[in-house]
């Protein structure tokens, strides 16, 4: 039974800090890609950021240098630290993972394979800036 239980969220003011968590359970993350994304009701979802399975992170242009992707093997668990957060970043938090033997195209990454879609999601965490 796979679960992501994302915790973290808030309120927060203008210029304030998150960090939002991930714990997974059930599923093994070798050759996994995790990554958060953000949605807001009325609008489609929205990427945030990514890593793959060897550390290797990906950041959307309007969080990049605010925000930060990173996991603990050790502990199956994904974090998000936001910093400087802007009221455009008020969303539902989710995070997700795609295993990426399950992506058929091309070219084999993380990044596009995210893009095509995710195998697991979290119940997500609301963050309100």
């Known amino acids: 039974h796979v679960q992501l239980v994302e915790s973290g969220g808030g309120s927060v003011q203008a210029g304030g800090s998150l960090r939002l968590s991930c714990a997974v359970s059930?599923?093994?993350?070798?050759?996994?890609?995790m990554a958060w994304f953000r949605q807001v009701p009325g609008k489609e979802r929205e990427g945030v950021a990514s890593i793959d399975s060897a550390g290797k992170t990906s950041y959307e242009r309007y969080v990049k240098g605010r925000f930060t992707i990173s996991q603990d093997k050790a502990k199956d668990t994904l974090y998000l630290q936001m910093n400087n957060l802007s009221p455009e970043d008020t969303a539902m938090y989710y995070c997700t993972i795609r295993e990426l033997q399950t992506y058929s195209g091309y070219p084999k990454n993380c990044v596009s394979a995210l893009r095509a879609g995710f195998n697991y999601r979290g119940q997500g965490t609301q963050v309100t800036v």
């Open positions: 059930g599923v093994t993350l070798t050759n996994a890609c």
